[in-house]
């Protein structure tokens, strides 16, 4: 049995979505699942306690960032990443390649590999898919990605199939690089645009590869949501049954709950993090700008229906006081709350895929949450 794999506890009667338990060197996580941003060795303002009590067990990190700084040598010196960050739960890392895209300056793509300047120093850097297996073997990651090419939106379709060919051909460069035991936390990523023909090329070329696990990518990059969705509903029946699907950068509460019912197991977003830094809190009725003035006087919890320390401790008128004094004590409130709420809301999601009520559950989700 592969290092990682998702074992199907029951699949949906009037979805696509499926309950499950993703097996991993460190630890069993359920499934479908929101998984937390730790993009430089840390989930921003939490300890690794934290993160566990929220109710994650497995958190993303990067090539990219920790290739950068502090050097994957390092990592590896201390111990890798799980001892660097003292994490013990599953960690998944990117492969480097979209962040080189997103991040890094002057980039030239060539078939070797990417050549880029650092987001820090500005030095000429390099990443291929040689390099980022080495990167990640390092940081001794337990779901390795495939180093990609995430083509931009909108693209021509020459390009975009020009890139899932490159794509394809560096998974296969992926795959050699990896020892064989390695090769089983080797998570495959389809590409293809918001093409139809160019994503069935791709899943059949990257599935071909039989690989522990399948990522889509190239979503979730500035695409309206009912192309996302679109694209989902062809490309998520392409990926073996049995594998687990995991939708990159995805996303906000309504994007959880519909790529759910589209098949999707694994999810991961900055955004709740990221949103929670600059004072915006995620609530079962909508979103929340603790900041806010309207929050000033407000001597409640954030969510009254939530269980996270936050809520059980801080009214929003503390924590609009601390953002707005820039407390770092703060952040940490707000970071802390909106990973839980994710945590609770994949949970209900899980019970109500369980009960035979995803369909019942959305309806009310959304009503809520105000969504459209
Ligand atoms: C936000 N939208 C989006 N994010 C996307 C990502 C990044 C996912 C990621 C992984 C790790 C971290 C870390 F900070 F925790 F490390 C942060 C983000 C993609 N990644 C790859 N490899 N291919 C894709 O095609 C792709 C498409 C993506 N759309
Ligand atoms: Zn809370």
């Given at each position: 049995m592969a290092a990682v794999y998702l074992e199907i506890l029951k699949e949906d009667s009037r979805t696509k979505a499926r309950l499950g338990k993703l097996h991993t060197p460190h630890g069993t996580i359920d499934t479908p699942v929101f998984m937390p941003v730790g993009?430089?060795?840390?989930?921003?303002?939490?300890?690794p306690e934290e993160i566990k009590e929220i109710g994650a067990g497995m958190i993303l990190s990067n090539t990219y960032h920790l290739f950068l700084r502090p050097g994957h040598e390092l990592v590896r010196e201390a111990g890798g990443l799980h001892r660097f960050m003292n994490w013990d739960g599953a960690i998944l890392t990117d492969s480097g390649g979209f962040q080189v895209f997103s991040?890094?300056?002057m980039r030239t793509i060539r078939e070797e590999g990417v050549e880029f300047r650092s987001h820090i120093d500005g030095s000429r850097q390099f990443l291929s898919p040689e390099i980022s297996m080495q990167v990640q073997m390092s940081l001794g990651s337990d779901v390795v990605m495939a180093f990609d090419e995430c083509a931009p939106?909108?693209?021509t379709h020459t390009y975009a199939k020009d890139s899932l060919e490159r794509t394809t051909r560096w998974l296969k460069r992926c795959k050699e690089t990896l020892t064989t035991t390695d090769t089983q936390s080797l998570f495959g990523i389809v590409q293809g645009g918001m093409f139809e023909d160019l994503r069935r090329q791709s899943a059949a070329e990257i599935t071909e590869l039989d690989l522990p696990g399948y990522a889509i990518g190239g979503?979730?990059?500035?695409?309206p949501k009912d192309i996302m969705y679109e694209v989902l509903d062809y490309t998520v029946p392409l990926l073996p049954r049995e594998k687990p699907r995991y939708l990159m950068g995805v996303g906000s509460p309504d994007a959880l709950i519909e790529g759910v019912m589209r098949g999707i197991d694994m999810f991961d977003c900055v955004l709740p993090t990221r949103i929670a830094r600059n004072g915006t809190a995620l609530t079962r009725f909508g979103k929340v700008?603790?900041?806010?003035?309207?929050?000033?006087?407000?001597?409640?919890?954030?969510?009254?229906s939530c269980d996270c320390y936050t809520c059980r401790n801080y009214s929003r008128a503390y924590i609009r006081h601390l953002l707005k004094a820039e407390e770092i004590l703060g952040l940490r409130l707000m970071s802390i709350h909106n990973l839980r709420y994710l945590q609770i809301l994949m949970h209900e999601v899980r019970e109500a895929i369980k009960e035979d009520r995803l369909p019942e559950y959305r309806e009310k989700c959304f009503s809520d949450y105000g969504y459209e």
């Open positions: 993009t430089q060795g840390t989930v921003k303002t939490m300890t991040l890094g300056d939106y909108p693209c979503l979730s990059v500035g695409e700008i603790v900041r806010n003035a309207g929050s000033a006087r407000d001597f409640g919890p954030i969510d009254p």
